[in-house]
Structure formats: C-alpha cells, structure tokens
C-alpha cells in the first residue's frame, strides 16, 4: 500500500513545481534585470552636453581723421599697429636733403659698429679736412674741423645728425668706405637689405637733390633709426658739447615737444623744408610710438606747426575697445534632465586700437557632463582688424549639476542610449 501512495505525491509535487515554474523564471529574470538595471541607470556616465553660442555684439565706434598738410608727402605709422600707415600728397620718389644722413649713419655703424663703446678715434686727414671748405662753396651747413683733429666715432655722428654738418657726414663715409662712390655703393646694398626699394643715395650728406625717396619708405627708415641704439640716442639729444667744435644744437625745433623724440630735418631748394619724426605717447596705460614724415613744406616753422597738428589728430585716432566685460555670455548648456548653465566671460578685455577697426569673435566650448561653478569650459578669441588678438577663458555661471537617482531611474532610455 505504501508504494502507490508514494508515487502518487511525487506526482502531485511534480504539477505543482510545472505549475509554479514560470512565475520562478519571471521572478528569477525579474531579479537579475533589477540586479543589471540599478547599476547601469546609476553609474553609466551621461553624453555630456554640448554648448549653444550666443551672437556676439561687436564694439560700434568711430574715430576722427588726420590732419594732413595740402602739399607735398606725408606718412604717419604707430608702430605694433599694423594697418595704421596713412599717407597724403603724392608717393613718388622726392629729394630728401639731410634725411640723407641717417642713411650714412646707420650704414656706416652697420660697416664700424661702436661694439658698446664710443667706436674707434678717427685722425683727420687733409682730404677729410678740405670738406669744410667744399660744402661751404655751395652752401652747405659745416662745423669746425682741421687737420690732425680726433674725435670718436660717437663724436662724429653727434655732429653729423645734430648739427647736421655735411663735413662730418661726409668725413665718416669716407673714413669708412674710402670715397663716396665706394659709401654710395654701400648705402645701395643696405637699402635693397632692409627693403628701401623707393629709396636712392649717392652720396652721404643730402645736398644732393639725387638723394630721393618716397614717404613711405622714410618711415620705415625711421622705424631702423629707432631700432637703432647709437643712433636713437643721439637724434634725441637736444645739445651736447664736442671737444674742438663746441657746444652743438639740434636743429629739430620740435624734439622734446608733444612727446617728439627726433629724427631729422632736412632743407635743400629741391626738396624743401622736410622733417623725419617720432614720437611717444603715453595712451590708455600703453606707449605708443608714432614714427612720420613731411616732405615738401614752405618752410620749418609753418612745418613744424603742420606736424604738431598731425600728431595731435594721431593722438585722437587711437581708442579703446572693450571687447567684453567679466560675466557677459557667450554660450549655454542645457542638459537633458533639465540643469542649465552659462559660458561667461571670466574677466574684462579691452584693447587699444588705431582707427575704425573690426572686431570679431571666436567661440570655442567643451561639451560637459556636470561642472562647478566657475570651472573652464572653453574660451573666447577676439580678433582686431589691426592684427591684434585677445583670449579670455569662459567659465560656468553656476553649478552644472548631474541628475538624481530617480531621474536616471525613470530615463534609461536617455541614460543608457546616450
């Protein structure tokens, strides 16, 4: 009896765990789809997101014109701007009387440096002695200077550019080539060098109406003077004393006024009155070096009064730019689960430009998950019509902030299929 009863409750056991056997396996896969899900909804890193840029609103400003003369040539550059080079009158090749000798003192220091001293003493000689005497015959300024006479190098180019004595100018040409002809071809070499193409010397003084150039190329002759130590400081040395000539003046009535710093006059019947000049300027907590020219004036005093309006109209035609302020926006985050915050600005940036310049924006952002407060997100990079450019960080306005556990829970769709 004990048999048939046995195996009817093995049976009956067997139906029921076939009864049960579904309601297991979907409890069973239930347990390991919670034991998948909970992980990856929870810990799978969210797509980052990615920044929408604003439009970026330029600076609108003007800025008067220069003041030119009505006659002859003019050009006018600030240097380290590099579109400010504005020019009047004609730019044809013209005289330039004793502007010439900048040109002899820069290729003679280029052939007999001064090597951080006073340069070598240099002997007057007969032939150096009779230039007195020639450039007198046509008019030609001349300071003292005899046979047997030493005097340094420095020296020389003192009274040379200073007093703009064509004796000494052409007394250190030949002491450093030999002759004239031997300095003119020199002076042609070093032009073609420094990119002088509009510019002809023949000779190392100026009173010849041969020496020519254009307004342009001057102020690039000034820009070498100025680069040049040795002859930087002496066009800006009012007065000085040389033993065996004496106290000597400079002839620029303009140096030392409205910040004029040099660099040559020049006066020749061919050329007429004619004025190198460079300035500095103290703009917007920036020095700014004005270097210009003009040729063809009546004479040095309405000249000089013609260079002192152009240069106060240069003074007007810089202005700052304020290309952005600490916190303005230039992009914005939004993130899925409904955070949001802004690319600022993290600090003020503004610029010190020539004229009516443009002024562009580039935007550059990280995507991102989640982020502090003020933490890097990317940057902002201004460009000037004048060449300049300027970067700022941009940063987070406010927390960037990952969303809660529930968010992720009732969002696997954008969790897991981000």
């Known amino acids: ?57 330029a600076p609108q400003e003007s800025s008067p014109a220069l003041t030119f003369p009505p006659y002859g040539a003019t050009a006018v550059k600030a240097l380290g701007y590099e579109h400010s080079l504005t020019t009047s009158g004609d730019d044809e090749p013209r005289s330039i009387a004793s502007i010439s000798k900048v040109v002899t003192a820069l290729v003679v220091l280029e052939a007999k440096p001064l090597d951080g001293g006073d340069g070598p003493t240099i002997t007057i000689d007969p032939a150096a002695a009779a230039l007195r005497a020639q450039y007198l015959q046509v008019d030609g300024k001349v300071a003292p200077m005899s046979v047997g006479q030493t005097f340094t190098e420095r020296q020389m180019l003192e009274v040379a550019l200073i007093e703009s004595a064509n004796n000494y100018a052409g007394a250190l040409a030949q002491w450093a080539f030999g002759s004239d002809a031997a300095y003119a071809a020199a002076a042609t070499t070093w032009l073609a060098e420094n990119g002088l193409h509009a510019t002809t010397i023949v000779e190392p003084t100026g009173l010849s109406a041969q020496n020519t150039s254009t307004a342009t190329d001057l102020v690039t002759l000034g820009t070498l003077a100025l680069q040049n130590e040795t002859v ?85 035609r810089f202005q700052t730019l304020t290309l952005t302020t600490r916190g303005s926006e230039f992009a914005h985050y939004d993130a899925p689960w409904g955070a949001s915050a802004n690319a600022v600005a993290a600090q003020d940036a503004s610029v010190l430009a020539w004229g009516d310049e443009t002024v562009t924006a580039s935007i550059t952002t990280d995507e991102v998950g989640s982020g502090a407060r003020g933490a890097t997100v990317g940057r902002v990079t201004f460009s000037i019509g004048d060449g300049q450019k300027a970067e700022v960080p941009l940063r987070l306005d406010r927390a960037l902030v990952e969303p809660d556990a529930w968010w992720r829970l009732t969002h696997p769709g954008v969790v897991l299929g981000g």
């Open 232 to 316: 930087s400081a002496i066009v800006n040395t009012a007065s000085t004393t040389v033993p065996g000539v004496g106290t000597i003046e400079n002839s620029n009535e303009l140096l030392g006024l409205d910040g004029v710093k040099g660099i040559k006059t020049g006066t020749l019947d061919a050329a007429g009155a004619c004025l190198l000049f460079a300035a500095d300027y103290r703009i917007a907590d920036t020095t700014v070096t004005v270097v210009g020219v003009m040729l063809g004036g009546k004479d040095h005093p309405s000249l000089d009064a013609d260079v002192q309006a152009l240069l106060g109209s240069v003074t007007k």
């Open 1 to 57: 009896m004990s048999g048939p009863e046995t195996g009817s409750a093995t049976v009956t056991r067997r139906r029921a765990l076939r009864r049960r056997g579904p309601g297991l396996i979907a409890l069973l896969a239930l347990v390991v789809a919670v034991g998948v899900y909970l992980p990856l909804t929870l810990a799978t890193p969210l797509a980052p997101a990615a920044a929408e840029t604003a439009r970026y609103q």
